[in-house]
């Protein structure tokens, strides 16, 4: 019984040493230029490809590492009290890339001016930060 009960204890003192030692991480979410590859495809009201375009874009995207916990606990069901955290978008901005390899319905690269580029809108973070983990309340 003595053997077990130490055992119990062990494991406790261990998780929390891991739960000590993830809570002085340093948080550094932050925003990062990263490049994609985009294809933006245009239809016609039928329904059928009118033309295909696409091209490397620079983009932001939110990237790091948010202190998180648990810790026991005898108010929860489970026994533990988590409190998560992640690394998400603050504030969206809007802006217009170009793309510039555009084809047709067959493939074949397009040429006429109207036709070549296509401006696509898309939204990126413009500043990220930690939020609660599942609060979708921003």
């Known amino acids: 019984m003595s053997f077990s009960l130490n055992i119990i204890q062990f494991c406790f003192l261990e998780l929390l040493m ?22 933006k495809e245009e239809y016609d009201e039928m329904g059928s490809l009118v033309r295909s375009c696409s091209g490397e874009v620079s983009v932001n995207k939110c990237e790091g590492i948010c202190n998180s916990q648990v810790q026991p606990s005898v108010v929860t069901a489970t026994g533990f009290l988590k409190e998560c955290f992640c690394c998400k978008e ?26 070549a580029i296509m401006e696509v809108r898309l939204r990126e973070p413009a500043e990220c930060k930690c939020y609660k983990c599942g609060d979708y309340s921003r």
Do not use: K, Q, S
């Not at 948080?27 to 230029?33: G, Q």
């Not at 793309?99 to 040429?111: I, P, Q, S």
């Open 18 to 39: 891991i739960i000590a030692i993830y809570c002085y991480v340093d948080e550094n979410c932050e925003t990062i230029p990263t490049e994609i590859h985009l294809t």
């Open 90 to 115: 603050n504030y969206l901005r809007e802006r217009l890339v170009t793309l510039t390899h555009c084809y047709d319905a067959d493939g074949l690269r397009l040429e006429d001016e109207d036709r």
